[in-house]
C-alpha cells in the first residue's frame, strides 16, 4: 500500500474519479486518431496536423493520469471494454468534415473540462497538490483550446 500521506478515503475517491476521465481521454484519443486519418476536404492539411498534434498530447495525459491513479494507490482501467462502460465522451465515427470534427472535438473538451474541474475540487478538499497541480495545468491548457477550435469554426 503505497501512503503519501493523504486520506485514503479521499484518495480511493479520486483514483475513481480520475478512472473515469482515463476512459474520457481514452475514447477522445482514438476519436482524435480518427479525425485525423479521416479528415476530407478544404480544411484537410490544417487539421489533419492539428488532429495529430491532439491526440499526440492526450497520449500523453492519458499516461500521466493512469500514474497519478497508481500514485494514489489505485489500478488504472486498462481495456477498452471497461473505457466504454465507464466513458462519457462519445464515439466519433465515420466524420470526414471540418465543422463537425471540431464539434466533436469541443463536445469532448466539455465533458472533460467538467470532469477535471470537479477532481480539482475534491483534490484540493484531500490536500492533494500533485493531482490538483495536474488537473489545473490541463484546465488552462484545454481552456485555451477551446477558445481557438471555437473561433476556427467562427463561434
Known amino acids: 500500500m503505497i501512503n503519501i500521506g493523504l486520506n485514503k478515503k479521499l484518495t480511493k ?7 473515469h476521465l482515463l476512459a474520457d481521454y481514452m475514447i477522445f484519443y482514438q476519436n482524435a486518431r480518427g479525425l485525423h486519418w479521416n479528415i476530407r476536404g478544404e480544411k484537410f492539411f490544417e487539421l489533419h496536423v492539428k488532429f495529430e498534434e491532439l491526440y499526440n ?19 488504472p482501467l486498462h481495456t477498452f471494454d471497461d473505457f466504454m462502460k465507464v466513458a462519457d465522451v462519445k464515439v466519433t465515427k465515420n466524420v470526414t468534415g ?5 464539434k466533436s472535438v469541443l463536445d469532448a473538451f466539455s465533458i472533460i473540462l467538467e470532469k477535471q474541474r470537479e477532481i480539482l475540487v475534491l483534490a484540493s478538499e484531500a490536500g492533494d497538490e500533485g493531482t490538483n497541480a495536474m488537473m489545473s495545468d490541463y484546465i488552462r491548457e484545454q481552456e485555451k483550446l477551446v477558445w481557438m477550435y471555437n473561433a476556427y469554426i467562427g463561434k
Open 13 to 19: 475517491e479520486l483514483a475513481n474519479r480520475l478512472n
Open 98 to 102: 471540418a465543422t463537425p470534427s471540431v
Open 57 to 75: 498530447n492526450l497520449f500523453l495525459k492519458i499516461d500521466e493520469i493512469a500514474e497519478r491513479i497508481l500514485t494514489l494507490d489505485g489500478t
